[in-house]
């Protein structure tokens, strides 16, 4: 069944500033419409990608859906589109937003999957680049639509550009997250249920976040330490 976290009108009754909180939901909803696109990009190269794309576009809401495709999801931009959406929200659905956990239990397999079509990608465009050197690079029959090889290498740096810039979003997109969270909380903003259910999405996007700052050359970064009561 999906939820409707975003998909009602809500009743915009703001009494007090929930303007962090608002914050806070909109890099969450920036993550499931990331982690949404990776999961329908990595079909073809995951066995279960299909499996985990359906399961997961059944528990995000329409506008998640409708913004998967925007042409600036991975800009500075897009997080203006999405605010747009959350200003037509109540502060119960905001909260809702930050509270539910449906959808962050896929954020492991977001991570993981957003790296391994990075890894692939990279693994390709160097090997690519490393024939084309040699003079003995030949292009795929699948890409017969491109006319040289030079063509191909083209096509192949151009997609691993856009992939590594995507990857590396997602790993600043978590960061971000993070210090959102710290801010909120250290003012001591956040709802107690709101703050262990973001603890248990952070713990989500921990599991490979290592190694996914690792291929795009970020420092490794331990996003919490769910060992201490101020875990972020």
Not at 149 to 174: H, W
Request: glycine fraction near 2%; proline fraction near 3%; charge should be negative.
């Amino acid at each position: 069944m999906t939820h409707s976290y975003l998909d009602s009108g809500g009743n915009n009754d703001r009494s007090t500033d929930t303007s962090n909180l608002r914050s806070i939901a909109c890099a969450l909803v920036r993550l499931d419409v990331w982690a949404l696109e990776t999961f329908e990009y990595a079909i073809p190269v995951n066995d279960r990608s299909r499996e985990i794309y359906e399961e997961f576009k059944a528990v995000v809401s329409n506008q998640v859906k409708s913004l998967t495709n925007h042409k600036y999801r991975y800009e500075n931009r897009f997080e203006n589109e999405i605010q747009h959406i959350l200003d037509k929200l109540s502060n119960e659905e905001i909260l809702e937003i930050l509270c539910n956990l449906q959808t962050s239990t896929y954020y492991a397999q977001f991570i993981q999957l957003r790296t391994l079509v990075y890894t692939i990608m990279a693994a390709e465009h160097r090997y690519a680049t490393n024939t084309s050197i040699a003079s003995n690079l030949t292009v795929p029959k699948h890409f017969s639509k491109l006319e040289s090889p030079q063509a191909y290498l083209r096509y192949l740096t151009r997609e691993y550009t856009d992939i590594k810039l995507r990857l590396r979003s997602v790993v600043m997109g978590c960061r971000d997250l993070r210090d959102r969270i710290k801010h909120a909380a250290e003012l001591g903003e956040i709802p107690p249920k709101a703050l262990s259910a973001l603890k248990k999405k952070m713990e989500a996007l921990q599991v490979d976040y290592r190694d996914a700052c690792t291929e795009v050359e970020i420092d490794s970064h331990v996003l919490i330490d769910p060992s201490i009561p101020q875990w972020w």
